[in-house]
C-alpha cells in the first residue's frame, strides 16, 4: 500500500516550458487534489476532483489544468510554465465523507527559470 | 467561507518543555477541525482532527487539541516536545456542510523548532 504517489520528485523548467505532473493513489478513493505550497503562505488549492469526471477550479487554478484520467489518477498541466510557479507541488486524496482524511504525497519541487 | 489564521509563524523551544501552537479560524457553518505535520522534504501527514464530541482531542506524538467554540479556537499542544518534533504544523478547517466543494482551508503553517 503505497498510499500517494508523485512523479517526478523534482523539476527545473524554463519559462515557456510545459510539462505534467503525475499522481496516483492505491486507496480507492474518490476525491483528489492538487495543491500548490510556498513560503509563509501555506497550502493552496489549485484544482479538486471530487470523483472520475469531475473537476473543479480551487483558490489558484490560473496558468494550470487538470485531468483526472480514471479513480486512481490525477494529473497537473503547467501549459506555459512561469516563475511565479515555482513552487513545491502536493497531491492528496480523500474518500467523498466531509469528515474523511486527506493523505498527502510526497511532493513535486518545481523550479521555474 | 472559511478561513484560518496561525498566529505564531514561528515557535522556538527548549527539549522537554511543553509548546502551545495556536490556531483561529472563522466560518459562517459549523466546521470540522484538522492538524497537520510536515517534517522536512516530506508531505503532510495528520495529527488529529475534531469532528464532534469532546472538545480535547488526542493525536499521535502525544499531541493534542481543544476545541473552543465560543473562542473560535483550536490551539495544539504537547507537555514536552522532543527534538524530532521540529517540524511545520498546518491548522486546517472544512465547513461540514453548505459548499458542495467542501474544500479544507489551510492556515500559513507555524515552524516548531525545538533545540536541545
Known amino acids: 500500500n503505497a498510499g500517494v504517489t508523485q512523479t517526478p520528485k523534482f523539476q527545473v523548467l524554463k519559462t515557456g516550458q510545459s510539462m505534467t505532473l503525475q499522481c496516483a493513489q492505491d486507496?480507492?478513493?474518490?476525491?483528489m487534489y492538487w495543491y500548490r505550497q510556498d513560503p509563509g503562505m501555506g497550502l493552496r488549492l489549485i484544482y479538486y476532483?471530487?470523483?472520475?469526471?469531475?473537476?473543479d477550479k480551487g483558490e489558484v487554478p490560473n496558468g494550470y489544468n487538470v485531468s483526472r484520467l480514471n479513480k486512481r489518477e490525477f494529473s497537473l498541466r503547467l501549459e506555459s510554465a512561469a516563475p511565479s510557479q515555482t513552487s513545491v507541488y502536493f497531491c492528496?486524496?480523500?474518500?467523498?465523507?466531509?469528515?474523511?482524511?486527506?493523505?498527502f504525497g510526497p511532493g513535486t519541487r518545481l523550479t521555474v527559470l | 467561507a472559511q478561513s484560518v489564521t496561525q498566529l505564531d509563524s514561528q515557535v522556538p523551544v527548549f527539549e522537554e518543555a511543553p509548546v502551545e501552537l495556536r490556531c483561529n479560524y472563522s466560518?459562517?457553518?459549523?466546521?470540522?477541525l484538522f492538524w497537520y505535520v510536515q517534517y522536512p522534504n516530506q508531505g503532510l501527514q495528520l495529527l488529529l482532527k475534531?469532528?464532534?464530541?469532546?472538545?480535547l482531542v488526542k493525536g499521535i506524538n502525544g499531541f493534542e487539541a481543544e476545541f473552543n467554540k465560543s473562542q473560535t479556537s483550536f490551539h495544539l499542544r504537547k507537555p514536552s516536545v522532543h527534538i524530532s518534533d521540529t517540524a511545520e504544523y498546518f491548522c486546517?478547517?472544512?465547513?461540514?456542510?453548505?459548499?458542495?466543494?467542501?474544500?479544507?482551508?489551510f492556515g500559513r503553517g507555524t515552524q516548531l523548532t525545538v533545540w536541545p
Open positions: 492528496a486524496s480523500s474518500g467523498k465523507g466531509r469528515a474523511d482524511t486527506q493523505y
Open positions: 486507496m480507492n478513493h474518490n476525491s
Open positions: 476532483s471530487a470523483s472520475e469526471g469531475t473537476t
Open positions: 466560518s459562517s457553518v459549523s466546521v470540522y
Open positions: 475534531y469532528l464532534s464530541g469532546s472538545t
Open positions: 486546517a478547517v472544512r465547513g461540514n456542510r453548505g459548499s458542495t466543494l467542501g474544500r479544507l482551508y
